[in-house]
């Protein structure tokens, strides 16, 4: 069983302990969670094990990166089957703080980067990446990990702690792990317990509209507009899909196309299938899928 910490100072110390011992100088790599952890959080921990002697997992509902009206209640929790999990994968560490624990009082500190924080993702969930930066941040500052894991699946997420750790200096490293899907293409997401039975396959729509654009592209078709639309009028016309929040395609920087596209771009979409909101991302590329 991996050892488990509720408190700031105690994996803190605990940590810092092992790393400064006479016999070892360990490297540490840290996979920062929500929590009710699936396949996708699993190859996080497989790369870090891989990557560094000591891994820790974090698992905090951070309710900073959710707006009002948002799943905060209700967004899945279930610490001992996560433990659970984290023993099987060989978790060194679990650090799974209270909210008070984390925020004794509430924060004044807000973190935006210009680019990313307020477009997209951040357009629509006004303060959700501030709400991420801190929290990421402030997990840095307890465990100070040599290296973290985050999975291309938040791909604005992921361009936005690389920005940070880029502008600020932190001293670790970034490990981006590609996006996880399950066999019928489905992105891994602790939010696809929100979907009913029939609403799946209309979910599905997402990932078979890359599909789409991907082969438009290949055979020679590199206008933003033209991949967009295709992706939209195939996502659209499944029955459970009630709104599409956006489209969009930007290249490594996080700078959105509006005209031509090249390989390496990726396509975003936040997709609401029912009463579920799903976000995903694709990587244009000239390769077979």
């Keep these: 069983m991996p050892t488990l910490f509720r408190k700031v100072k105690d994996v803190r110390n605990y940590i810092r302990n092992l790393r400064h011992s006479a016999e070892n100088n360990y490297s540490v790599g840290l996979v920062p969670t929500m929590g009710y952890l699936h396949e996708g959080h699993m190859e996080l921990v497989r790369k870090s094990k891989l990557q560094n002697d000591i891994t820790v997992v974090s698992i905090y509902v951070n309710p900073l990166q959710f707006g009002k009206g948002e799943d905060y209640e209700r967004y899945p929790r279930d610490l001992e089957r996560d433990l659970a999990m984290c023993e099987e994968a060989g978790v060194d560490i679990v650090f799974a703080p209270t909210d008070e624990e984390i925020y004794p009082q509430k924060p004044k500190v807000e973190i935006n980067v210009e680019g990313i924080s307020n477009v997209l993702e951040g357009a629509f969930r006004t303060g959700h990446f501030s709400g991420v930066a801190l929290i990421v941040l402030k997990l840095f500052n307890i465990v100070q990990p040599d290296r973290a894991y985050f999975g291309e699946k938040d791909f604005q997420q992921l361009k936005l702690i690389e920005r940070l750790v880029r502008d600020l200096s932190y001293p670790v490293e970034i490990v981006p792990v590609p996006t996880v899907r399950d066999k019928d293409g489905l992105a891994l997401s602790s939010r696809n317990t929100y979907l009913k039975e029939n609403e799946r396959e209309s979910a599905l729509s997402i990932y078979r509209s890359f599909l789409i654009a ?8 590199t206008k933003a507009e033209d991949l967009k639309e295709a992706i939209k009028d195939y996502i659209s016309r499944h029955p459970h899909v009630k709104k599409i929040d956006y489209v969009e395609i930007v290249d490594e920087e996080f700078n959105i196309k509006s005209d031509e ?15 579920t909101r799903l976000i995903d991302n694709w990587r244009l590329s000239y390769e077979e899928v």
Excluded: P
């Excluded at 991907?214 to 078709?221: A, R, Y």
């Excluded at 596209?261 to 009463?275: F, N, P, Q, T, Y």
């Design 214 to 221: 991907q082969k438009l592209f290949k055979v020679g078709n």
């Design 261 to 275: 596209v090249s390989e390496g771009d990726r396509i975003l979409v936040a997709v609401w299938i029912g009463d």
